[in-house]
């Protein structure tokens, strides 16, 4: 749901402590964040190749959208300096996608925000940027600025796009759809805290995933799931501090600045990663009105503030 | 805190609908490295695998019909192919054909300005059965001589008319291979295809190597393949120039072929990818056509006087140079492809084909199709031999010997109907031009049209499934 490498793992997920099967578990390092793929079944062969297929899935889909590799999807389009560039299916799927978000959070998600990211740097310091600044980067975003034919996508000189906002849910989704394609036995992907399980255990139970304490005292709240996904969306561990006003890393890219008043993190339950990656940070950039944008608009979502 | 879910506001709403469409749109899609061509899987000659994705199970089932114009042949081709694409690399594939023929085909010998009538020695199971068959050129009779195994076999063809043999025949084939990784670069493989007619078998073997490099930008492929063909005509096989009406004594003859290809698949940019082969085969062993005759005709008027069984090399070898191209240019794919041949018999021909495919909406797709090709003459090709004159070594009248140009126009619609399987329609349309009225030809053979070239559309719908 944000840039790689802006969030941490802010969810493990573990199996049910009480030892019932045996889960193999895969880790690896994707996307910037530590991935890891858990397989229900005692035979380590198993877990080893299905991990490692859902370990291509993601590394294909961060090396085509990855911004910071010169050969990927996203750097080629970057670099069309005016021009229209042509995109393949798959990519101009997420792009109608990102598009169709643009237009129902009425401009609050916006892919061509990323540059904005520069300008604000959340390292705990009080560093905020000079409004001067903020204005300028604003020049070179805005989705409303691109043109966007399904075809081809043209940028204006000057603007980028980032899908990281949307590529690690996505890689989490098309993971497990690779998985549970060729075997029926029951998974779970969690890249970087975003988190899909095929269905129920093997035995019909529920898999226990832990939500990490957000503040150090708060101790660790556990949730039972038997389908969907769940990701959040925090600033936990990432804000700027001014005059005892702490901007949160997230942005909005209308005015360029941080949403005030946004939870410290919300975790949100929906049938697919992508829908619930979308919904939590949907929910964050409405900032005080979190809880009533999620409570209006029924979803299963826990906020912390 | 938590909330209780409750109804979907109209933005969860349009997200889950839009999430949903996202995902089954590329979850079959993303299974392939190469995304904007998962959807060619039958493009010529260039990564008709794609990138082969291990541990999936792949099944191509499709019907073709086949019509020729003037009501010859008509074919109905049901294929099933089946892949396999192991988790270690390795692949196993294989294909069924079952083919039904039916139909008449020119049988060699020119029109005339009256009616002609046919008579063959045939063989017969008895000595005593009466056999009658209808051909598209009009009753065929067959007349059985008592005290033999032998009948003769009569039919006719109107004044004008390009004279047909009527024929019926089912054809079995299949072929399996299988291909593994002997180290990331360098793959292998081996086959084997047989296909059987109630009067012609044909058994192959292929085994090839191709290993790639520069990181993969670079394909270099080596195959052979060995094939032998037994040849059983019904009544036995004609010696060269043997009449019609005589008794054929010899049985089944066959034919072996040995062929080598050498190819370079190079991608240039990441929008196209080319590939240079080189394919030379060589053949040896019968390859008439034992049904087939040529008219021998009276020097002045051109009447057909008698029919000569055709007789054609021994021997054959064939040179080719294909050059292909893929060209992705945002969702189009086009293909666009150059063949040169040469061989023995001397016929020299180019083949220019280009596809483009356009996606229609996110899960369809059409692919119009061109093809261009001509030939020449094979050196011993006859419309027909002169009473009186010296025979040649060697003819035929069979007009894919001749010179012809054809070009193909055709469509492929495919739709994704499920996650991983798609619905596809294709439809060409073949014609052959070439010379119909040959100037110079005796008596009333230039005012007759000698040109058996066909026209024929063939449509093909077929299903293939992803598991």
């Known amino acids: 749901m944000d840039a790689p490498g802006l969030v941490g793992p802010c969810l493990g997920a573990t199996p049910f402590e009480r030892e019932r099967t045996q889960v193999q578990t895969h880790r690896f390092q994707a996307m910037g964040s530590p991935c890891e793929v858990q397989v229900d079944t005692p035979d380590p062969a198993l877990g080893r190749r299905l991990g490692a297929m859902a370990q291509a899935e993601a590394l294909r889909i961060e090396h085509k959208y990855s911004r910071y590799r010169p050969d990927s999807v996203v750097a080629a389009i970057n670099a069309g300096a005016g021009q229209p560039v042509p995109v393949d299916a798959e990519t101009a799927s997420l792009i109608a996608f990102a598009d169709q978000c643009y237009r129902i959070s009425e401009g609050r998600f916006d892919i061509s925000s990323g540059a904005l990211r520069r300008v604000w740097t959340f390292d705990g310091s009080d560093r905020v940027p000079d409004p001067a600044a903020v204005a300028h980067c604003l020049l070179a975003v805005g989705w409303d600025k691109a043109i966007w034919d399904g075809i081809a996508l043209t940028l204006k000189p000057g603007m ?47 898999w226990r995933v832990l939500i990490d ?48 008043a946004a939870p410290r993190s919300i975790t949100v339950a929906a049938e697919t990663c992508i829908e619930a990656g979308m919904l939590s940070t949907l929910a964050m950039l409405h900032g005080e009105q979190a809880e009533h944008f999620l409570k209006t608009q029924g979803v299963a979502a826990w906020v912390a503030r | 805190m938590q909330l209780n879910p409750r109804k979907l506001g109209t933005i969860a709403a349009g997200l889950s609908a839009l999430s949903a469409n996202l995902l089954s749109a590329n979850a079959a899609q993303a299974e392939t490295v190469a995304d904007a061509t998962a959807n060619a899987p039958h493009a010529p000659g260039l990564m008709t695998e794609g990138a082969p994705e291990p541990g999936s199970f792949l099944v191509d089932t499709s019907v073709l019909f086949y019509q020729e114009a003037g009501g010859r042949v008509t074919a109905v081709e049901p294929v099933i192919n089946v892949v396999d694409n192991l988790l270690n690399g390795s692949v196993i ?46 009753g065929s009779t067959v007349t059985t001589i008592p005290g033999t195994a032998t009948a003769t076999s009569t039919y006719s063809t109107a004044a004008g008319r390009t004279p047909l043999a009527a024929f019926h025949d089912h054809r079995y084939a299949g072929n399996l291979g299988f291909s593994w990784l002997s180290d990331p670069d360098t793959r292998f493989k081996v086959g084997a295809a047989v296909s059987v007619e109630r009067d012609y078998a044909t058994y ?75 394919n030379y085969s060589t053949s040896s062993g019968y390859q008439s056509d034992p049904y087939r005759v040529l008219s021998v005709v009276d020097s002045a008027t051109g009447a057909a006087l008698s029919y000569l069984y055709e007789n054609r090399p021994r021997d054959r070898a064939r040179h080719s140079v294909y050059w292909g191209n893929k060209l992705t240019l945002g969702p189009t794919v086009a293909d666009v492809s150059l063949r040169y041949y040469h061989d023995t018999w001397g016929i020299n021909s180019i083949t220019a084909e280009v596809s483009e495919q356009v996606p229609i909406t996110h899960n369809s797709y059409i692919k119009p199709l061109f093809r261009y090709y001509h030939q020449g003459a094979a050196n011993f090709f006859r419309n027909y031999l002169v009473s009186g004159a010296t025979l040649p070594q060697y003819a035929s009248s069979d007009s894919r010997l001749g010179r012809f140009n054809a070009t193909t126009i055709g469509a492929r619609y495919g739709i994704r109907l499920m996650e991983d399987s798609e619905l596809y329609v294709q439809a060409e349309d073949y014609r052959q031009t070439g010379t119909h009225y ?22 093909m719908t077929g299903f293939k499934v992803k598991m």
Not at chain 1, 178 to 206: C, E, Q, W, Y
Not at chain 2, 439 to 453: E, I, M, Q, V
Request: glycine share 10%.
């Open chain 1, 160 to 206: 980028e796009i980032d899908l990281g906002g949307i590529a690690k849910e996505y890689a989490v989704d098309m993971a497990l759809a690779k998985v549970t394609h060729h075997h029926d036995v029951p998974i779970l992907v969690n890249f970087g805290g975003d988190l899909r399980v095929s269905g129920p255990r093997a035995d019909g139970a529920r």
């Open chain 1, 213 to 260: 304490a957000i503040e150090p005292d708060q101790r660790p709240a556990w949730l039972d799931m038997a389908s969907g996904a769940i990701t959040t969306s925090g600033d936990a561990r990432r804000f700027v501090l001014r005059n005892g006003v702490r901007y949160g890393h997230i942005i909005d890219p209308r005015n360029g600045m941080p949403v005030p």
């Open chain 2, 93 to 138: 594939n294989g294909a069924f054909t079952y083919d039904s023929l039916t139909g008449a085909t020119p049988n060699g010998a020119t029109p005339a300005t009256g009616p002609q009538t046919f008579t063959q020695i045939i063989k017969v199971a008895t000595s005593t059965t009466q056999v009658t068959s209808t051909g598209a050129s009009g």
């Open chain 2, 204 to 278: 192959s073997v292929n085994a090839g190597v191709s290993h790639d490099l520069f990181q993969k930008n670079t394909t270099v492929a080596l195959s052979l393949n060995i094939e032998q063909d037994e040849s059983q005509p019904y009544n036995g096989t004609p010696n060269g120039f043997q009449n019609l009406n005589s008794l054929i004594t010899n049985g089944n003859d066959h034919k072996t072929v040995a062929n080598v290809v050498v190819g370079l698949t190079q991608s240039l940019t990441r929008f196209w990818l080319t590939q240079l082969n080189y």
């Open chain 2, 438 to 459: 040959v100037a110079g030809a005796p008596g009333a053979l230039a005012n007759l049209d000698l040109f058996s070239g066909v026209h024929a559309i063939s449509v």
